[in-house]
């Protein structure tokens, strides 16, 4: 079977207030953590893999340097066989979409362009931290969409001062950029991220959980209305435009992912890096966490990952896993309504998203 590549660079121009991922912010670091990098992809390539997505993460991918960029992509192509229609994404912010830049990424091989846009209202991306606004998230859409290239964005809802007008605005906004695939994160607050010290110092207030339980609900009707198919728990669609890579992970497929913080599913073990760009630049390369999974572990998984998938899970599948517990978990979703029947399987409706992390806690 095909192998995905994920691939995450961190370097950033602020640390966003919300985020918890490994990033870095001194730039100056770049050159060595590549030269890491790539120290990895050979300590860990198999020539004979195909590769049938890449995935560049982190971080912002796109304040990588064009010459560090082509160092990395080159030396993927000599140690992997990667597909001719290998699904390539790259994650820009909308400071760094340029007409040149978008060529040079595509002259790479990027044939999918995943763009960080949260909202398109100034006054809730200041909270973030973020460095853009809505004028320029809107040029890079544009820039993106017009060249060809498969573009996607991603949205944040429940910000700090989002209100539900200014969402269902951020919505028709991104709806009508041209965009193919949306991806609609709920805000999770991590601790010791700086929004939550925000929060808990009580400089800024989120938007009451019903509302924004309201507006996720809206969202899924207003994608279908407009095109937009939801295939997993925050990710819509138009036909075709679906992310090959994330597929990957909820299908239980395998990936190698090189870099700090990254972390691999090969055969049935998952291991991960460290997240210390001094430690990972000064070669250290065993896993900080890697575990077998047992059987137990693999079914948990299975349910889980199918689940968070609109399509849902076979009604067998789940008798299979779960036995007699699973049918009453099935019976009782569909009478109170957080399942439905597809066929013969069964889904999470809207609202039972919301739940599911605790709904599906219920069958273990």
């Known amino acids: 079977m095909p192998i995905g590549l994920y691939v995450h660079l961190p370097f950033c121009r602020v640390h966003c207030t919300y985020c918890p991922f490994a990033v870095s912010t001194d730039i100056r670091l770049q050159d060595r953590y590549t030269g ?12 004979d893999r195909v590769v049938d997505s890449i995935f560049f993460g982190g971080g912002t991918p796109s304040r990588t340097s064009r010459e560090n960029l082509a160092r990395i992509v080159a030396r993927l192509r000599e140690r992997f066989a990667i ?6 994404s790259l994650e820009a912010n909308p400071e760094d979409v340029t007409d040149d830049a978008v060529a040079f990424w595509r002259a790479l091989g990027v044939n999918r362009l ?7 209202h100034d006054d809730e991306l200041r909270p973030l931290g973020r460095v853009h606004g809505r004028v320029q998230a809107l ?31 951020t919505l028709e906004t991104a709806i009508t950029t041209g965009a193919g695939h949306v991806s609609l994160y709920m805000l999770d607050l991590e601790e010791g991220t700086a929004l939550v010290r925000q929060i808990e110092g009580g400089r800024v207030s989120l938007p009451d959980d019903d509302l924004v339980a309201s507006l996720y609900t809206a969202a899924i009707d207003r994608f ?6 939801q295939y ?13 890579h994330n597929l990957r992970y909820w299908r239980r497929e395998q990936y190698l992912a090189f870099g700090i913080g990254a972390h691999s599913f090969v055969g049935d073990r998952r291991f991960a890096n460290t997240r210390d760009i001094h430690q990972y630049i000064a070669g250290e390369r065993e896993p900080v966490f890697a575990e077998v999974l047992g059987e137990g572990e693999v079914r948990r998984e299975t349910i889980f990952l199918e689940l968070r998938q609109a399509a849902g899970i076979h009604y067998d599948d789940v008798v299979r896993l779960c ?10 979703g569909l009478i109170d309504g957080w399942l439905r029947r597809v066929g013969n399987r069964v889904a999470f409706t809207p609202s039972g998203f919301l739940l599911s992390n605790d709904y599906i806690s219920r069958l273990f």
């Open 36 to 47: 890491a990098l790539l120290a990895e992809v050979d300590a860990r390539s198999d020539g």
């Open 83 to 88: 597909d001719d229609d290998a699904e390539f």
């Open 114 to 120: 995943s763009i960080g846009v949260q909202s398109f």
């Open 139 to 169: 040029e890079a859409v544009r820039i993106a969409a017009a060249s060809g290239i498969r573009t996607s964005l991603d949205l944040i809802l429940g910000l700090p001062r989002q209100t539900e007008a200014s969402f269902l605005e």
């Open 224 to 229: 279908a209305e407009a095109g937009f198919a």
């Open 232 to 244: 997993e728990i925050s990710n819509f669609a138009r036909p075709g435009q679906e992310c090959r």
């Open 323 to 332: 036995g007699e517990e699973g049918i009453e978990w099935m019976e009782r």
